[in-house]
């Protein structure tokens, strides 16, 4: 019923900013909130930010301060922009989708790449 689209991940070095977007699409009028989790190889998979419709935010630790979502209702997308980057930070990005039926989209995933 929604289909989630991720893209803008690549290669970056360290310090630099890179900005992740996140396109819904089908049922659009259902969705709740928003999410970008993260994992790395051999690590398990975290939640790193999250926007609801009311337009709250919510962030790991990790990256307060240093990324920013942001949601564009009229485009259906969210954005995570990511400044100061760190070879932690290196992973592939996820975003998710939540609807008003409970259920979770999730996107096929782009990778973030930091180089020291």
């Known amino acids: 019923q929604v289909q989630v689209v991720e893209s803008g991940g690549g290669l970056v070095q360290t310090g630099g900013p890179l900005r992740l977007s996140c396109a819904a699409s089908?049922?659009?009028?259902?969705?709740?909130?928003i999410y970008w989790h993260r994992q790395a190889p051999g690590k398990a998979r975290e939640l790193v930010a999250g926007?609801?419709?009311?337009?709250?935010?919510n962030y790991v630790n990790s990256v307060k301060g240093r990324f920013t979502i942001s949601r564009d209702n009229a485009k259906n997308t969210v954005y995570l922009q990511m400044n100061s980057l760190k070879p932690d930070d290196t992973a592939v990005y996820y975003c998710?989708?939540?609807?008003?039926?409970?259920?979770?989209?999730w996107g096929q995933g782009t990778q973030v790449t930091v180089s020291s």
């Open positions: 998710r989708v939540d609807s008003d039926d409970g259920r979770g989209y």
């Open positions: 089908g049922r659009t009028s259902s969705i709740s909130a």
């Open positions: 926007v609801s419709n009311g337009g709250s935010t």
